[in-house]
């Protein structure tokens, strides 16, 4: 909004206020109040208003109702960094060390022995099997309460190695507006990540303003029992469910029951995703954050070992799916940049 | 609403709906319009407009915040009726007469054969395991939207055996009151049921307000695939998961993931989510709807084999939970009832 210098008399204001109102009229919304100001005016950013444009225009051929207005978001890469780890393995790393008194075994063995001595590649050399240990090691043996205390804990301390902010202040500021546009426009807005989904919803709602119910994510299994007469919910060692690759259109149905019209991933685990959302019938709209800014963030797609970008990108052109140039294309990554 | 018959002045009209507003200051919103008319002023009716009243009042010790007032519904017994059999088993039935001719073997294999041959008893008397093998036969085999299509053609055409009406309109009017009325008052309503989420969604949110993502319920494994190069989300007979009993909570955290502050019951199925709903800081309510209504609907309790209400109704007392009589508290049934 034009921001006023001096207070004006109320007439003057409100003839301001009209001449505004009209060339807002005349030159569409976004002119008055830019709702995405952090996106250059490239092709994802048409992209993203005209569609909005289309499902929300009332009597229009592609009106779609606002209950079905559904949009799903990758979370690691997408709303967030995932450089030079994945956050959540970082907490893990975190967790580890903070577990280690309890576990003097810990010292000769993988993958904890590397992480105590802060080989961040040795301890991910065992790859899926070695992650897993860390989770079922770091993610369970508390009641969900307790975990959520432990990780707002963590989220309130933890600082990224590059910036030296906290984790959830690496937020991709464009991407915060692109949440609170697509909610104006009477979109409900859900994470769909291969993070625990217990990780994140302690904070989703303040940084992302995403409600734990509309958080979809991986999770262990977890149990029910009465402890001194007081009910808890135990979290075990044991996944339950991946919500990563042909996991996410099923935990998509499992949680939300409809199909999404608006999907926004960055790497090879979101494809199956975009695809599911943009098979349904009537408007669709697929895109992907192509990380291509090595000065502000990281660059990387089809060889990186994180959030790799390869069969996603073949597909992407092929189907026109909207690819989002960070480099051109976003003109602040974080919140914390000056504008 | 006060119904005028005849048009008046505009002055006229205005002086009278000052009139009632005064009256409805003084005398409480309910008597302006009551948002429970087929409630009788029973304890129930004091019990939830009471706790309404101090979770929503500003300021109040015992204010909620909004995204904080999340309210569970059991489904089967609780928002619609459960005699003479749980109305996804007479879906199952309808299911498996259809499918006959495509199963020949059916003939005799149990529960088939009974199904086949009108016996109720009979096919239900394989207890879980009968239920389970009628389940995974007929909510299998088929995409989710197949599933979907299947589910809607029943709904709009299968007839209660009692009262010839659809299934979907054997629900309880109080209850559509009470899910209206929290929502009016900034709740989230969501059915947490043993039955399927699948056969629950596709006429929830026409028939209760409740959309797809707040349905939590039981659930079959599902495998994305792509059927010439198109995406489906194929249903599996293998259950992955069952919401009743223990599994309530469970099924809350994976799907909500924050504690509800009301949660209404009806049967033993229930009781761990109304003790976990219960257990949390700050104000909670929990209600168990009560079949006392032999009459107009059923009356069934401790030795009931579907609904039983057995342990849950010791808590109530114990707990003070509040039990509502619907003989005595319920001025009508169904909505299909005459005011």
């Given at each position: 909004m034009l921001r006023l210098p001096i207070r004006r008399p109320a007439a003057l204001t409100r003839g301001l206020r009209s001449a505004l109102l009209l060339s807002a009229l005349v030159c569409g919304r976004a002119s008055a109040q830019d709702p995405l100001p952090s996106w250059n005016e490239g092709p994802s950013k048409k992209a993203l208003v005209e569609f909005v444009g289309r499902v929300t225009k009332a009597g229009g051929p592609e009106f779609v109702a606002a209950p079905e207005r559904i949009a799903v978001f990758d979370n690691d890469g997408t709303l967030w960094s995932e450089q030079p780890i994945y956050f959540q393995v970082a907490f893990a790393f975190e967790r580890v060390k903070t577990l280690a008194p309890q576990h003097p075994e810990w010292k000769e063995q993988e993958p904890f022995q590397s992480v105590l001595a802060g080989d961040v590649k040795g301890a991910l050399a065992g790859g899926e099997k070695a992650i897993g240990a860390l989770m079922g090691a770091t993610h369970s043996g508390m009641t969900t309460e307790e975990f959520q205390k432990i990780v707002l804990d963590w989220a309130g301390t933890a600082k990224h190695p590059r910036f030296q902010r906290l984790y959830t202040e690496c937020v991709f500021q464009p991407m915060l507006e692109v949440l609170a546009y697509l909610r104006a426009n009477g979109f409900k807005t859900f994470i769909v990540s291969g993070g625990g989904a217990e990780f994140m919803r302690p904070w989703a709602e303040k940084v992302y303003g995403i409600p734990p119910e509309q958080v979809v994510g991986s999770r262990g299994k977890l149990k029910f029992e009465l402890r001194d007469g007081e009910p808890v919910l135990l979290k075990l060692?044991?996944?339950?469910?991946i919500d990563d690759g042909p996991g996410k259109p099923v935990g998509i149905q499992q949680q939300i029951g409809r199909r999404p019209i608006l999907a926004f991933g960055n790497s090879d685990g979101d494809l199956q995703m975009l695809q599911w959302t943009t098979a349904g019938a009537g408007p669709r709209l697929a895109l992907i954050v192509h990380h291509t800014d090595a000065e502000r963030e990281w660059a990387y797609d089809?060889?990186?070992?994180?959030?790799q970008l390869d069969k996603a990108l073949d597909q992407a052109k092929a189907r026109g799916w909207t690819l989002v140039d960070m480099k051109q294309e976003w003109k602040r990554i974080y919140p914390f940049e000056a504008k």
């Open positions: 060692p044991d996944p339950d469910f089809r060889p990186s070992p994180i959030g």
